[in-house]
Each structure stands twice: as structure tokens, then as C-alpha cells.
């Protein structure tokens, strides 16, 4: 079956201001969606939102033809979520917090090595977390998109904190994704960086 995500009527307020009003779209398998925007237009908000994290004012939110609110949990097994959080133990080393992912996400644990050294890691693996640098935070954080087999990604700002070569690497990651029949929504402020992108939603 083919895998679809459908966002209708999505509606979402912040205090009193609207961020987003009516907002509706449609992805399949082989789509790049991006969310583009100012800071504080609402760009995580509606990833959230999409998320199953955050609920809306009004809309439905369907995967695969049947709303979230009624199999959450299966949605849920489907999702990669990338936020600006890294969601490490800081005490941890990198290959302990991915091996001890494996075990909750049924990861395979022969994948991690090449999962670091593709993403330029292996010589840092044993380091703990907490001493490693933002750029080394957000590629080990990257290496869940490379673990996991979830058809729908949802990202934010996945390319912060990334030199060149490193945005490169993601590039590759992604583009495999999509190629591989993945669907994938992506909050970014660089649009441009994305020419495969199969439609941008803009926030003001």
C-alpha cells in the first residue's frame, strides 16, 4: 500500500495570534515537503502539530486515509522525528545512546559503525555527548535517519549547526529517502538548498 499523509483544514493559534489558518496538503511516497519562514512564524509549531505533539485548533490529520487520533500509536511507528533537541544522554557516549536506541527501536546494531563513519563520527563515538560540538551533536542525532527504516520524516532545521560537507552528507541521506519511496516534511530556512523539493508551504 501506498503510504500518504493528508493534512486538512490545519489551524493553530499562539496565544492570539494565528499561526497558521486552513492550511491543507497531501504527500505521497517519493515527496519532499518544505516549510519555510521567519523565526516564530510557526515552522516547529506545525511540525508538532503534525507530529501528533501539539493539538490544533481545527483539522484533521490522516495517515494513510484514517486519522491519527484513531491509531496514534501506529503513526507513530511510521514517524522520524528531528527536532532542534537532540534527545541524547549527555553522559552517554554516541554509540552507547545508539545502542541503547537499538533496544527500544529494534535498530539494527551491525548498521551503527557504518551509520558513524558515513556521517564522520567513528573517531568520536566513545566521547560523551555532552562534550561534543554542536555540528558533532546534530550528525550524531542524523544518524537515527540512517538506523531506522520509518517511511515519513519530519524535520526540523535538520541542516543547522552542519558545515558544508556535512549538509552534502544529509543531502545524500535525503535524497536516498525520497528515492526509496520515503516521505519526508522539512522546516527550513533555506529553501533554495532543496531543488528537489516537490512543494514549499511559507509562513509569514
Known amino acids: 500500500m501506498s503510504s500518504q499523509l493528508t493534512i486538512e483544514n490545519l489551524t493553530l493559534f499562539r496565544g492570539d495570534k494565528c499561526l497558521f489558518k486552513n492550511t491543507s496538503f497531501t504527500i505521497t511516497q517519493g515527496d519532499l515537503l518544505l516549510i519555510t519562514g521567519p523565526n516564530?512564524?510557526?515552522?516547529?509549531?506545525?511540525?508538532?502539530?503534525?507530529?501528533?505533539?501539539?493539538?490544533?485548533?481545527?483539522?484533521?490529520?490522516?495517515?494513510n486515509h484514517k486519522s491519527i487520533s484513531v491509531d496514534r500509536q501506529t503513526?507513530?511507528?511510521?514517524?522520524?522525528?528531528?527536532?532542534?533537541?537532540?534527545?541524547?544522554?549527555?553522559?552517554?557516549?554516541?554509540?552507547?545512546?545508539?545502542?541503547?536506541?537499538?533496544?527500544?527501536?529494534?535498530?539494527?546494531?551491525?548498521?551503527?559503525?557504518?551509520?558513524?563513519?558515513?556521517?564522520?563520527?567513528?573517531?568520536?563515538?566513545?566521547?560523551p555527548f555532552k562534550c561534543l560540538s554542536a555540528g558533532q551533536k546534530r550528525r550524531a542525532s542524523l544518524a537515527r535517519l540512517i538506523l531506522n527504516k520509518n517511511v515519513l520524516w519530519l524535520l526540523d532545521e535538520p541542516t543547522s549547526n552542519l558545515d558544508a560537507h556535512a549538509q552534502d552528507i544529509f543531502k545524500e541521506i535525503l535524497n536516498e529517502h525520497i528515492i526509496n519511496k520515503g516521505l519526508c516534511v522539512l522546516a527550513t530556512h533555506h529553501p533554495e538548498a532543496f531543488e528537489d523539493s516537490t512543494s514549499i508551504i511559507e509562513l509569514s
Open 40 to 63: 516564530g512564524s510557526g515552522k516547529t509549531t506545525m511540525l508538532r502539530s503534525i507530529a501528533g505533539l501539539v493539538e490544533p485548533e481545527t483539522g484533521i490529520i490522516s495517515w
Open 75 to 127: 503513526y507513530h511507528e511510521n514517524i522520524s522525528w528531528i527536532s532542534h533537541k537532540h534527545g541524547f544522554k549527555g553522559g552517554l557516549s554516541i554509540i552507547e545512546n545508539l545502542e541503547f536506541e537499538a533496544h527500544l527501536y529494534n535498530y539494527s546494531f551491525n548498521r551503527i559503525d557504518d551509520a558513524l563513519e558515513r556521517l564522520s563520527l567513528s573517531l568520536n563515538k566513545n566521547i
